[in-house]
């Protein structure tokens, strides 16, 4: 079996906090390959975030205790130095955020930050620099890209912004991408827009992503495989399809209820999942998802508030739920009935 580009193992990441310790992630595994898209999906504060924030290194060390392994090409990142990580950064990995303007600087005209960001890897001359951000603003789709490399962030729109964002992530060709909910702010048509250019730059390079993203249907369009986060775990993964046409968690189903069809051609009625995301400064016991699960009850014994359910992975396919085959054929029936896809 070949190793594979990016491998998350047993990752923990546990942040020391005035009112204790937050268990942010608990656990995680996964693998993302070259040319592939690993979409992460779960509401806010499943600990997507400070997953990928790990990979990139960018936890402050003191506060954070971190466990497992990250390793990307051959490369272990939990351990590795505060220099390797950031020669890394921007040049073998990097991020697109949710928020462009927090992360573009007001001081600086677009083409500075995306050239100084280009010498800082490679040493090119300002000139070289210069053009090469050009370049990269013409191929995120920025009309008169020779004009705008001159302007500042707040002279451009939400979706030039978040272009411009992509230039600068992509200025080095990172072989891992990582975006985080880089569309949620946006409106659908600019974010369809961004999510092709993604897949374009992904065709043409052969760029690992990571996708980030509360909302199913984003997954739909962009991943190959997908990764259902709840309370800081892994609560089922699997191929795009596996996952989206046989959901084999009640929390993945409860997703797919809450918002519109995938296909888009049923009228089903939304049913939002009752309650809230857990605190993971103290998190329900056994399943975490049992205090807002319908089918807890269903499970013998209490099982689902005394006992964690292990993740069984079987060729990249799996879910951590008590339920057997069985029970959820039976329970997730309606559910299958009512969707066609
Ligand atoms: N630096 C930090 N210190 C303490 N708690 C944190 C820190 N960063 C994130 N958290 C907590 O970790 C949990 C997961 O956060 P996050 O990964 O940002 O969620 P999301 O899935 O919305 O991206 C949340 O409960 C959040 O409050
Ligand atoms: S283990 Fe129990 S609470 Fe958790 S998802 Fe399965 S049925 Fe629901
Ligand atoms: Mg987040």
Known sequence: ????????????????????????????????????????????????????????????????TMDGEIILDGQELLTASERTLEKLRGNKMSMIFQDALASLSPY???????????????????????????????????PQPDVRVDEYPHQFSGGMRQRAMIAMALVCDPELLIADEPTTALDVTVQAQIMDLLKDLQQEFGTAIIFITHDLGVIADIADDVLVMYGGRCVERGTKKEVLR???????????????????????????????????????????????????????????????????????????????????????????????N
């Open 246 to 340: 046989s959901p084999d968690h009640p929390y993945t189903l409860g997703l797919m209820n809450s918002m519109p069809t995938l296909n888009g051609s049923v009228d089903v009625p939304l049913t939002p999942i009752p309650g809230s995301p857990p605190s993971l400064l103290n998190p329900p016991s056994g399943c975490r998802f049992h205090p807002r699960c319908a089918f807890a009850e269903k499970v013998s014994g209490g099982l689902c508030s005394s006992d964690r359910p292990t993740l069984e992975v079987v060729e990249g396919r799996g879910s951590a739920c008590h339920l057997t085959q069985e029970q959820k054929q039976d329970l997730f029936a309606d559910f299958a009935a009512t969707r066609h």
């Open 108 to 142: 600086h005209t677009v083409g500075v930050q995306i050239a100084e960001t280009y010498r800082k890897h490679t040493g090119a001359s300002k000139r070289e620099a210069r053009a090469r951000a050009v370049e990269m603003l013409r191929r995120v789709g920025i």
């Open 1 to 64: 079996m070949s190793t594979p580009f990016l491998s998350v193992r047993d990752l923990r990441v546990h942040f020391s906090t005035e009112d204790g310790l937050v268990k942010a992630v608990d656990g995680l595994s996964f693998d993302v390959e070259k040319g592939k898209t690993l979409g992460i999906v779960g509401e806010s504060g499943s600990g997507k975030s400070v997953t990928n924030l790990s990979i990139l290194g960018l936890h402050n060390r003191e506060r954070t």
